[in-house]
């Protein structure tokens, strides 16, 4: 899939972005991407897997819905409380440890925050075990 742009994230929230809202969400996009970067080496920001896409996407979108990062807000009878995946105090993306499993599988990695069975030797990177004992299973 090509490069995730502005006008991916306006066409997903329904909005038209003005040039300084457009450059935003652009340095948005560059954050999010960051962020997944140290969990996917072969993560290229010029041609994104589909799941990559989508879920980096749905990072930045959650942004210009919630561009202050509030976590909760009240205004009379009207209350919203938002989920880990709000954006923080620098009203940047926030990838949650779904996002970054998701992004994980999109590029065929196990996921990074799943539990794993205890085994004799710690699990390295995304390197596989080099034996079924060594993932904590019966040897053959």
Known sequence: MPELTANDIATRTG???TTAQEAQVQAWIGDAIAQASPHVRALDAADLRPGAHATLAAAVARCVYNPSGLKSYS????????GPAAAGGNAG???APADID???????????????????????????????????????
């Open 102 to 140: 998701a992004i994980r599988a999109a590029y065929g990695k196990a996921p990074a925050y799943s539990v794993r069975t205890p085994s004799r030797r710690a699990y390295q990177g995304d390197d596989p075990p080099a034996s079924a004992l060594d993932a904590g299973g019966e040897a053959p």
């Open 93 to 95: 993306p926030v990838l």
């Open 75 to 82: 205004a009379g009878a009207v209350s919203f409380t938002a």
């Open 15 to 17: 909005r038209t972005f």
